[in-house]
Every structure is written in structure tokens, then in C-alpha cells.
């Protein structure tokens, strides 16, 4: 497995971020009108008991994904799900209460549900077709500054613009090759944009911006945590890099060129963002606050689990252990926080794994069994595919399957009421 996860990242070498999740929208508006479903009418091969209207998709994938990075198969009943929610399309909803109806094209689909689900299904393997449409549909609605935002056609963001990094990274394609039909950008073009450069507050250099607002890019440490991991070249799963890396910003003077401009370059601006990360938690006691309106600041776990994600995927080890140390403490409430949502349960694992820790043993919980006990269970041990077994896995993968069996991903992720790291949760509420 390891050898096979390896080989695959190193064609998956540049992305993502997050990002967040696909699309609980922070105001509730998403299929408004669609009756609450009752939990006893609720998919039995699905994760977490509360109204998926806004995440079934989302927590889903992420749930999929950590069972499957923890070296779990995934039971075979929440694939067949997830695989069934996509659109005629290719591309998903949130939720799909009814596979019968069709989806609307306009509204009804999300980017964040559709590159969730693509690199979930792309981990899994054998689910090739459905891969496929989906990373088409995501190519046909990229906007013209390269990027992605939440709805097809809405405003790019670094939180969806993230997450579809992710995409393309977990299924073996270089996302600054993917470039727009308008203008000839990459999503990389999009992404960077939104970052904070040598003009800005030295305390905010590195930071990402959710999206402009009236022309100007404020920090938001959501947004970075999401952008840091795409600017990696980084999904929401990956192989963590051998050693520990310092972090450190590049200076303003290698980040402009010489006619004064910023350059654009992945590699620096992961290295800004995972600096100014750093440097927030350092100042919080190693961990993101979460500033709701009309409340004060207070701890945020969900981001805090997605600052882990991004600096381990930098190769920063030691700065990724701290935050994971308040995490699994008993100030941070971490276990409380995510009782019951697959999401949050899936966030936890995925940064546990991230910073070389046992997520069966966090703080005393194991949070595998916990995601488990949301569904239809915490899956079976995967076999090692050496010799003659990992060949056959291989070989079916490749046959039928279009390619996706082989491909590797990154991931994180949270529900939309309690702080989804990457994307949803603290989108617009931390413009700072």
C-alpha cells in the first residue's frame, strides 16, 4: 500500500488546500425548501445522523477518506452511496435524498461535493467512470481567473479553489496544467491571487484572503490553512514528507521579481502561509480562534485540525505536533467537539495521521471506532497489496476503471455547523 500510495504522490506533486467542505451553506439556504428528512429515513450506508441537506456529500467523502488513509477498506455499502449521489452530470449535489430526480445544473451542484467525492472515490479505486465525469465537470465549470467558488459560475474563493487542487492531485493531474477555456489561467493563478503579499501588515504576510472584498484581501486564517495545502501540492490525504522541514518565509525580496512584482510560485507562497500559521498559533497557545459574529473569540478545533493538516504537508513535523498536542488536551474539548459528526471525527483522524500520531489512541479516544459507530462501520483492514496480491489489485484497478485505481489523495474536513475546516465553516465570518 505504501509503496502504491508513494508512487502516486509523487505524480500528484502540487495541491490543494482545506479546504473545507462542499457546501453547508452558512446561512441555510441550500435546498431551503426541501422537507427535513426524519433520522429513521436516513440512507443506513450513510455517516452521521444529522440533516445531510447541506454535507451528506461532503462528510461522506471525508469520512471515506479517513477510514482509507488509516489503512481501513471503506464498507462497501457507503461507496456504492457516495458513487450514487452524482449527477447525470457528473457533478454532485450536497445531498440527493432522491437519485430519481434530476439535478439542477445551476443551483443544485457544488464544487467543494464534487472534489470531495472525486478524491474520495479516486482513493478507493474501482469507481473509474464515476472519477471521471466528475473531474470533467469540474473542468467545464473552472472560471476564467482559473479558480472555482462554491456554485458553478459563482466567484472563485481559496477554499473551493482548494479543494479542487485536491481533485486533480488525486487523480495523477498537474492542477497548473489545468487551465481555463478564457485567458489560458491555472487554478494556481487564482488561488495566489488571493493571497497577502510584502504590501501587507507584517503580521499578515502569507495569510490567504476567503475572496476580495471590495478589492482588498484580508487574512483569514481558514482560507490560509485550505490554500497552504493546495500551495503543497496536497489533497486531503497524502504521504507526509521524510524529516522535518523549519518554517520559514521566503523574504520579499525572493518573492518579487525584479521589475517589483510578487511572483506567483506555488512553492513560496505554501511556505508564506505555513509562516504565518506558524506564527498565529504560536500567539493563540498552538491553536486558530474562531471569531463568530456578534461573540467573542474562542478556540477553534476544526481550523486548528486543518492548520495541522497543512504543516505536515509542508514537511513541517515539529510545528504540525504542536497544535496536535492541544488538540488531543483536555482544554481543547476535540473529542466532545466532534462526538457524533463524521466530518469533524474524519478532520481529527486525517490530522492525527498527518502528524504522525495514532488516531486510535487520541487523548484515550479512538477516533476511527468513533467514525465508525456514526455509519455502517469502521470497515475492514486493508490487505497489503505486495507480490502477487498487490498485481491483481493493480490490474483490476486498470481495467475498466479508466486509470483512477492507482491514484492518492489528501484530505480534511468538517460539517457546516461546527466549523468545516477547509471550506465551509468561518468562510465569510472571519474577514478580518
Known sequence: MNARRSAAA????????????PVAFADGSLHRDTPKPRESALPKALYGSADPRFDGVWRQSLAILAQDASGLTPPPAAVEWLAGQQCEDGGFAAYRPKTTAPCDPEKGEFSDA?????????????????????????????????????????????????????????TGQDPARVTSAKGGKSPYDALLALQLGCDAGEDERGAFAYQPDKGELHANPLAT?????????????????????????????????????????????????????SAVLAGNGQHLNSAMPGQEDQPDVGGTADAVLALAAGGHRDAAAKPLTWLTGKEAGAVAWAKDQPAALAKLILASRAAGA????????????????????????????SGTEKEKKDDKDDDGNGGYGVWWIVGVGAVAGIGIGFLLSGRKKQQF
Open 114 to 170: 464534487t472534489a470531495a467525492a472525486v478524491q474520495a472515490l479516486a482513493s478507493v479505486g474501482g469507481r473509474g467512470a464515476v472519477v471521471e465525469k466528475g473531474v470533467d465537470w469540474l473542468k467545464r465549470h473552472q472560471n476564467d481567473d482559473g479558480g472555482w467558488g462554491m456554485n458553478p459560475g459563482g466567484p472563485s474563493d481559496a477554499n473551493s479553489t482548494a479543494t479542487v487542487i485536491g481533485a486533480f492531485a488525486a
Open 10 to 21: 509523487l505524480a500528484v506533486s502540487v495541491v490543494l488546500g482545506a479546504a473545507l467542505a
Open 225 to 277: 490553512t485550505a490554500a497552504a495545502l493546495a500551495a503543497h501540492g496536497k489533497g486531503f490525504v497524502f504521504d507526509v514528507p521524510e524529516g522535518d522541514e523549519p518554517v520559514a518565509a521566503p523574504s520579499c525580496a525572493d518573492r518579487n521579481g525584479d521589475d517589483g512584482k510578487a511572483r506567483r510560485d506555488p512553492g513560496d507562497g505554501a511556505d508564506a502561509a505555513s509562516a504565518y500559521l
Open 358 to 385: 495514532d488516531p486510535r489512541d487520541f487523548g484515550g479516544t479512538d477516533l476511527l471506532r468513533a467514525l465508525g459507530e456514526t455509519g455502517p462501520g469502521t470497515g475492514t483492514p486493508a490487505p497489503d497489496p
